[in-house]
């Protein structure tokens, strides 16, 4: 599998780049896949599934050992086991606390208690929208890739942003209001 993904790349140094990556995050992603689909197998296939999503858009990371290519590898690797396992009851939800560190680019964009309220609502998203939000609008994916990412149609990307940044612009306006 790791031949296949490294044929995907053109360069020597993305090859070596994505090596890097692999061997960084190959265990976590498994892990991760494993708990959302109780079966080794299975979170294999799904690990295997996101790393060929990867090696498709890895053009687009910069640092591999970093918060957000470790939040980003987990997002692909955990929407891969959902889509596996779309219909199986042993599918379970994670926990968001991992995505926390994501959230940082809002803080230019308001004060401190402000920016905390925003982590808090984009936490506090639905998971669908919530993977789709941080790939299009903090990671900066066009909704192609997003789509392409996330195995879903870029209208349905496209719809789950628009509801993200709905559901943000409520959440928010209601805790402006409630003060």
Known sequence: MLSVCLMMLDSEDERTRFIQLY????????YVARGILKDDHLAEDAVQEAFLRIAKNFHKINEIFCPQTKNFVVI????AALTMAKGNSAAE????????????S?????EKARYEEAVQAI??????YRHVFYLH???GYDLKE???LLGITVDAA???VQRARNLLRERLEDKEDGE
């Not at 939800?93 to 940082?104: H, K, L, P």
């Not at 809002?106 to 308001?110: Q, R």
């Open 146 to 148: 997003t789509a392409n």
């Open 137 to 139: 609008e903090y990671y």
């Open 93 to 104: 939800s994670f926990d968001a606390e991992e995505f926390t560190e994501s959230g940082e």
């Open 106 to 110: 809002w803080a230019d964009m308001a």
């Open 158 to 160: 496209k719809k789950r």
């Open 76 to 79: 692909i690797v955990k929407n």
């Open 123 to 128: 936490l506090e998203l639905p998971e669908i």
């Open 23 to 30: 061997e960084q995050y190959r265990k976590l992603m498994h």
